[in-house]
């Protein structure tokens, strides 16, 4: 029942989001977009994508090294497949796609090792609202799109922030935040309080094994890299469709706002969201007949790209490994439904 209604209301998103970012749709003008675009810019734009994974695997890694030094390759295979697990499974069960396969590959803990996977969520999170929040004040106030961004940038901000605090202050006093979740979501639900606490518990273990000073500056030099070279990538992609094309600010700004849109539960592969967010981004700096034709032509060869390089990464990787989707998947869904609270 509990996976019905998230797969109703996951589709249910995805719906909305879709029917909004289409709704004005110039169907024309972004046909004529497709057959007109110069689709060798995809060639670079692929290449950056390679170099994007290749970022945020050896971050993943200087994260990793407080525990254990793992070789790029099993970072790499973990990497690959999890990032596509992320993105075709159900029920955000890709979330544990990393921690359950470099577990297999050495001897860290899938629970250490899902507090790395939090652990980045939180600083890309915070990272890239801090971003947004900067860029716009360069973009003009009187476009109305402004005020939603910077809504969900303070939203996403707060989110993670809160987040962080959170684990700092367990990190420094654990048995008093365990005790608050005892207190707080105990009165609600005890089971789910209790699960809550575990998992605090264990979170803070795995912080305190922190990697070298070297390994901690590379964990947030790579970040720089890969966001630098995601707002480039999609400038350079910009470049097939003329009246669309992004200067590398309008990129980083469409780019920001695109991973705040993405962060909103829906469908597997994030269809509907995706294009919403674009678009909201393209709005900020062109006009509604220019984002209603080749903006979102772009938009949707945007998500292709990166749809095609994180699943056909994945599908090489597991190839290579002799290792069965269905098998992952199946490892994953056992271990999403033994962390659900018992009624």
């Known amino acids: 029942m509990n996976r019905a209604v998230k797969l109703i209301a996951s589709l249910l998103v995805t719906l909305v989001f879709s029917w909004w970012a289409f709704r004005e749709t110039d169907w024309q003008s972004q046909v004529n977009s497709l057959k007109s675009a110069n689709y060798l810019w995809v060639l670079p734009y692929f290449v950056i994508l390679t170099l994007v994974h290749v970022a945020r695997t050896l971050r993943w ?6 525990m254990e030094r793992v070789s790029f390759r099993k970072l790499n295979e973990a990497s690959g497949i999890g990032f596509m697990m992320l993105l075709v499974l159900p029920f955000r069960l890709g979330e544990f796609a990393r921690p359950f396969l470099i577990a297999q590959r050495s001897s860290i803990r899938r629970s250490a090792a899902m507090t790395s996977v939090v652990l980045e969520r939180i600083t890309d999170g915070i990272s890239v609202s801090v971003l947004m ?17 910077k809504l969900g940038a303070n939203l996403m901000f707060a989110v993670f922030g809160g987040g962080l605090t959170f684990l700092l202050f367990a990190l420094w006093h654990q048995a008093r935040a365990v005790q608050m979740v005892r207190s707080t979501v105990g009165r609600v639900a005890p089971g789910v309080a209790d699960k809550v606490a575990d998992i605090v518990n264990t979170f803070v273990g ?6 070298d000073r070297r390994h901690l500056v590379g964990f947030f030099f790579y970040p720089v890299v890969y966001w630098g070279l995601n707002g480039a990538g999609m400038a350079v992609l910009s470049r ?4 669309t094309s992004l200067s590398l600010f309008q990129a980083y700004v469409v780019m920001s706002v695109l991973v705040v849109g993405v962060m909103i539960p829906a469908a597997p592969g994030m269809v509907g969201t995706f294009q919403a967010a674009v678009k909201v981004g393209l709005s900020l700096f062109l006009p509604a007949s220019v984002v209603n034709g080749s903006g979102l032509a772009y938009a949707n060869v945007l998500w292709l790209c990166q749809t095609v390089q994180q699943i056909g990464f994945g599908v090489v990787l597991m190839s290579l490994g002799h290792l069965s989707f269905k098998d992952i998947a199946g490892k994953l869904g056992k271990e999403d439904q033994a962390s659900l609270p018992s009624a």
Not at 61 to 66: E, F, H, K, P
Not at 134 to 144: M, N, Q, R, S, Y
Not at 206 to 211: G, I, K, Y
Not at 240 to 243: D, L
């Open 133 to 149: 929040r900067v860029l716009l004040f360069f973009v003009p106030a009187e476009v109305p799109e402004v005020r939603y961004v």
């Open 61 to 66: 890694g200087c994260l990793l090294s407080g």
């Open 206 to 211: 795995a912080m305190r094994q922190l990697p």
């Open 240 to 243: 097939a469709f003329g009246p």
